[in-house]
Structure formats: structure tokens, C-alpha cells
């Protein structure tokens, strides 16, 4: 048995179609979960409750934490050290693996490439809290006390994703016939996954027996680019001219008055206003696996976007 534990996210939905398509049973856990193309079964769950995850978790051979709480730095403080303890204490009990899907704020501002390499140096309250539980992970794995790893990508993009950046700035205001919109700066490059990439991914390094005890990057194009370049890509591809506005951080302070999630995103610019490049490697060279490129995927997300609103 595979199980999902934050099953209702789009990267959860991809994963189970992935792993349904390999012949595992799959079970889906959250709060509400729906029973969706490749998943076995569905089990519901509050994975801040300890005898819930546990219960959740047992029978299973590989556990999948992908977890999506509420943009809130107090409601993170609260819940995210406990899910991970409920994960790892319920994958021992079970003697199941457990593989994290993780973000990159623990890495904080990085000059040059994030690697897999890249030392935890968190510069917000949100990156403390990842390094805090990711750390609490890799001391499980040195320890031999399970089989686990932590799989990272970069803000994603994609036909089906809902929450990601690119797509509520970009693809979303594209296929309203609005001009698109970018934060701070449009001239940086900025790292972005494809979140088919990042399924796909997942599911392999799972069934790759030599991948466990590692953190990983997930396919990530390489050479990615700048706000404007991405813009033109997108607005091409709806044919539409590029028209887009830069929100500067006074804007986004003002409009965080009004918006919770503006709000707390504020604490994040800081991955907006320089270079942010997410280096995959290490992954295209143990697995052969190419990224989809910058081209491809927001051609892709803009038809599947214009095609969602015709």
C-alpha cells in the first residue's frame, strides 16, 4: 500500500494516478478525501492527530507527505512540527518508508544555485519552521530509526496547478484577457517546476531503492527565464500581446491590508527580487530524466488554460 497523506492538492492527485498506473494500491488521506483516477481507497484524517496518522499510515509500505496547510505562519508553528512527528512516529510503527515533499525557504536567500547541497540558512519565519521539521526528518534517517527522504522543488507551474505563483500572476489573468502580473522584479531569472515533472518524479525515486536516505530536487529546467521573458512566453502562446504589471512591495504591503495570503507572503519577497535558481542535476544525471523545458510547459498550461475557459 502507498499512502498519500495530504492527498487533496494537485501534486497529490497526479501522484496517485502515477502510482495506480504502476499497479500499487493507493489510499488517499486528508480531512475530505475524494476518491480520484488510480486510488484504491480513501481514508479521512486530521494529520495533527497522532492516533488518526497512525491509524492512516498502518498496512503500508511507502508514506507520501504532502501535506498543504494554511498560508499562516502561527497555524504553521502549531501544526507542522506536529504532522511530521504523527508521520514519523506512524511510519516506524508501521515499518513503512516516508518520502517528504518539500520547498526551498529553509535554504533562506542563496547567491548562486540552490543544490541539494546548499546549507539551511532560513531568512523568514516560514523557512524556520521547514528547516526545523526537515532537520527533525534527516536526524530520523542518520539515526537508522527509518527509511526516509525529502524530495524539493521550486515554485510550480502547470495545467493543473491552482496555488502556484506563475499560475494565479500569469496564466490565470492571461486567460481572463488581463494583463499578467510579476513581483519586484521582471528582469531576474526565476526557477520554475513543471508540476507533471514533479509527480512523475516522486513516483520514481519511491521505486528507486538507491534514492531513500537522500533529499532530492525534483526536474527543474535549467537556464530559467526572467519575468518579462516568461510573460512573453505565456502571452504568445494565449496570442496576446505581453502586457503585464510589476507589483513593487509597497503594493503588495497595501494590498496585504486587505488579503491575508498577501500578507503573509510579504516575508517571502525576498525570492523575488534576485536571481532564484533551483539546480535539478543531480536527479537528470541518476535518472537520465529531462526536465520539461520553459517553452514547452507554458505552452502546455496556457492551451490547457485557454481550452478550461472556452
Same mark, same amino acid.
Given at each position: 500500500m502507498h499512502t498519500i497523506l495530504g492527498a487533496g492538492g494537485t501534486i497529490g492527485i497526479m501522484l496517485a494516478r502515477e502510482l495506480g498506473m504502476s499497479g500499487h494500491k493507493v489510499r488517499l488521506v486528508g480531512r475530505n478525501p475524494v476518491l480520484t483516477e488510480g486510488a484504491s481507497e480513501v481514508f479521512r484524517a486530521d494529520l495533527s492527530d497522532r492516533e488518526k496518522t497512525l491509524e492512516a499510515v498502518s498496512g503500508s509500505e511507502v508514506v507520501y507527505l504532502l501535506a498543504g496547510l494554511k498560508y499562516d505562519v502561527q497555524t504553521w508553528q502549531l501544526l507542522w512540527p506536529r504532522i511530521m512527528e504523527n508521520s514519523i512516529e506512524a511510519c516506524k510503527r508501521a515499518n513503512a518508508k516516508l518520502l517528504f515533499f518539500d520547498n526551498v525557504y529553509m535554504y533562506g536567500k542563496v547567491s548562486g544555485c540552490?543544490?541539494?547541497?546548499?546549507?539551511?540558512?532560513?531568512?523568514?519565519? #516560514?523557512?524556520?519552521?521547514?528547516?526545523?521539521?526537515?532537520s527533525r526528518l534527516l536526524h530520523e534517517i542518520k539515526a537508522g530509526n527509518l527509511k526516509g527522504m525529502i524530495a524539493r522543488c521550486a515554485d510550480f507551474y502547470g495545467p493543473l496547478a491552482k496555488k502556484g505563483i506563475p499560475n494565479i500572476l500569469v496564466f490565470d489573468r492571461l486567460a481572463r484577457r488581463k494583463p499578467a502580473l510579476w +513581483? +519586484?522584479?521582471?528582469?531576474?531569472?526565476h526557477s520554475c517546476t513543471y508540476i507533471e515533472d514533479a509527480a512523475r518524479s516522486l513516483a520514481l525515486l519511491a521505486a528507486t531503492d538507491a534514492a531513500w536516505n537522500q533529499t532530492w530536487h525534483v526536474p527543474t529546467a535549467s537556464n530559467?527565464?526572467?519575468?518579462?521573458?516568461?510573460?512573453?512566453?505565456?502571452?504568445?502562446?494565449?496570442? +496576446?500581446?505581453? #502586457?503585464?504589471?510589476?507589483?513593487?512591495?509597497?503594493?503588495? #504591503?497595501?494590498?496585504?491590508?486587505?488579503d491575508s495570503d498577501i500578507r503573509e507572503s510579504h516575508e517571502m519577497l525576498y525570492q523575488s527580487d534576485s536571481d532564484y535558481l533551483f539546480d535539478s542535476s543531480k536527479f537528470s544525471n541518476a535518472f537520465g530524466v529531462k526536465p520539461t523545458s520553459y517553452e514547452q510547459g507554458?505552452?502546455?498550461?496556457?492551451?490547457?488554460?485557454?481550452?478550461?475557459?472556452?
Open positions: 540552490m543544490t541539494e547541497e546548499t546549507p539551511y540558512n532560513p531568512c523568514s519565519r #516560514k523557512g524556520e519552521i521547514r528547516a526545523r521539521i526537515a +513581483l +519586484l522584479s521582471d528582469a531576474v531569472p530559467p527565464p526572467n519575468g518579462k521573458a516568461f510573460i512573453e512566453m505565456a502571452a504568445r502562446a494565449f496570442d +496576446l500581446a505581453p #502586457k503585464y504589471h510589476v507589483l513593487s512591495r509597497p503594493m503588495l #504591503k497595501v494590498s496585504g491590508w486587505f507554458i505552452l502546455q498550461t496556457a492551451l490547457a488554460k485557454a481550452s478550461a475557459r472556452s
